[in-house]
């Protein structure tokens, strides 16, 4: 079935280390995003990728980084430089960001940081 | 940045017609409406988007204002798999779309 992964579904760390979030998609989309949402809220875009070998910021990039050295994927690395880790992170992926058609989103990864 | 104005939280009966309310008085000219829905601990599903006519689908209908300043999303016969929260949502593009709080839709057996 066509869809976006993410992996782990829950992630415990400890104050300091840096985590890495997993984001593989198969709909062979050329944008791909990431999202943070904490409780009550709706969802603040991180980066954002339109092609592979180039991403941009969001609204809320510092303490994070990303990578896309192939379409399919697109790791989210939390560093110890975000103050306030704890959330849960969405991937998404779409046919193209100046396109305004259909988000497709993965099932989550919530970070708790101990 | 564009952004929207929805209740905190709606009620309906099962089998009966929703309609959710959506204000946007600052949206400009290119930015497109667009209605998704969550589920606790999941992600968003796409709903329904749309510019200036009112659109349809088989999950919802948009009914747009004539001078765009608000919208409406309809669920023509509400089920209990369709309680989640509402996110009404502008962008001219996926990398701008400003997520609101949007509304929580409880729905009564």
């Known amino acids: 079935d066509g869809g976006i992964t993410q992996s782990p579904k829950y992630l415990f760390r400890k104050e300091g280390q840096n985590v890495t979030l997993s984001c593989e998609q198969n709909l062979n989309h050329d944008a791909m995003y990431w999202y943070r949402q904490d409780p009550g809220q709706g969802l603040r875009l991180i980066y954002y990728?339109?092609?592979?070998?180039?991403?941009q910021k969001g609204d809320i990039a510092e303490g994070y980084s990303v990578s896309r050295e192939k379409k399919e994927s697109f790791p989210l690395t939390v560093t110890s430089a975000q103050k306030n880790p704890t959330a849960f992170y969405l991937c998404?992926?779409?046919?193209?960001?100046?396109?305004?058609?259909?988000?497709?989103f993965g099932e989550g990864s919530r970070l708790t940081v101990l | 940045d564009a952004k929207t104005t929805q209740p905190n939280s709606m009620e309906s009966n099962e089998e009966e017609p929703v309609h959710l309310p959506c204000n946007h008085s600052?949206?400009?000219?290119?930015?497109?409406i667009h209605w998704y829905r969550q589920l606790p601990s999941q992600g968003p599903e796409y709903v329904i988007h749309?510019?200036?006519?009112?659109v349809n689908n088989r999950m919802a209908s948009l009914a747009i204002a004539e001078d765009r300043k608000s919208s409406t999303l309809i669920l023509h016969r509400a089920t209990l798999r369709d309680a989640a929260v509402y996110y009404c949502i502008l962008g001219d593009s996926n990398y701008q779309l400003i997520w609101g709080a949007g509304t929580k839709l409880i729905i009564k057996p």
């Open positions: 990728s339109q092609i592979v070998n180039d991403f």
């Open positions: 600052t949206i400009s000219g290119t930015d497109y």
């Open positions: 998404a992926s779409s046919m193209w960001t100046e396109n305004t058609g259909e988000l497709f």
């Open positions: 749309g510019l200036t006519s009112n």
